[in-house]
T-cell receptor, first 113, second 113 residues
Framework: QQQVKQSPQSLIVQKGGISIINCAYENTAFDYFPWYQQFPGKGPALLIAIRPDVSEKKEGRFTISFNKSAKQFSLHIMDSQPGDSATYFC????????????FGTGTLLAVQP | DTGVSQNPRHKITKRGQNVTFRCDPISEHNRLYWYRQTLGQGPEFLTY????????KSRLLSDRFSAERPKGSFSTLEIQRTEQGDSAMYLC???????????FGSGTQLSVL
């Protein structure tokens, strides 16, 4: 129940295309779902996050879609750029007021020019 | 650069040796977290502090691991009698109490030979 399953493991997208990464969870006590972007040799950086009472959140080219009944959420990157090439992690907060995050296994995104 | 500083960036040690890592948080952040990330995986929660108090430790944190945060400022993570399975990236993250966004440092990459 303390898992977040992420797919795909890797993704290749052409410049200008849409990148879609999916995550699923079991524990309905999770109350906060962030997406992190990580470049090689760097720590993860928060990209966008959502709470389960919202079905969609958009920030620039990044959108989270959240399906509470299906216990799934996804990240959409519109107009993907080579600079978006990185590893993306979904996560869920299982710590309530604290930020104890459980992360997915990551998706390595490569955007080809 | 998120403002969370970790040193050293890389550490190579022989099995059985002790190692210590340091994390300097963003100055006004009173919460500090340690996560561990192995190759191809997402970060895993180890422990967290609110000010100088260590409020929670994961089951992943064996007796060989100890963390401190004297005076609620910088934190150290010590691993005694290192094992090859300890090889990983050790990430520090910080935030203010009641804020959800975590700021990660660039990590310390530990290699145990």
């Amino acid at each position: 129940q303390q898992q977040v399953k992420q797919s795909p493991q890797s993704l290749i997208v052409q410049k200008g295309g849409i990148s879609i990464i999916n995550c699923a969870y079991e524990n309905t006590a999770f109350d906060y779902f962030p997406w992190y972007q990580q470049f090689p040799g760097k720590g993860p950086a928060l990209l966008i996050a959502i709470r389960p009472d919202v079905s969609e959140k958009k920030e620039g080219r990044f959108t989270i879609s959240f399906n509470k009944s299906a216990k799934q959420f996804s990240l959409h990157i519109m107009d993907s750029q080579p600079g978006d090439s990185a590893t993306y992690f979904c996560a869920a907060n299982y710590g309530g007021a604290t930020n104890k995050l459980i992360f997915g296994t990551g998706t390595l995104l490569a955007v080809q020019p | 650069d998120t403002g969370v500083s970790q040193n050293p960036r890389h550490k190579i040690t022989k099995r059985g040796q002790n190692v210590t890592f340091r994390c300097d948080p963003i100055s006004e952040h009173n919460r500090l977290y340690w996560y561990r990330q192995t190759l191809g995986q997402g970060p895993e929660f180890l422990t967290y502090f609110q000010n100088e108090a260590q409020l929670e430790k994961s089951r992943l944190l064996s007796d060989r691991f100890s963390a401190e945060r004297p005076k609620g400022s910088f934190s150290t993570l010590e691993i005694q009698r290192t094992e090859q399975g300890d090889s990983a990236m050790y990430l520090c993250a910080t935030n203010r109490y009641s804020e959800e966004k975590l700021f990660f440092g660039s990590g310390t990459q530990l290699s145990v030979l």
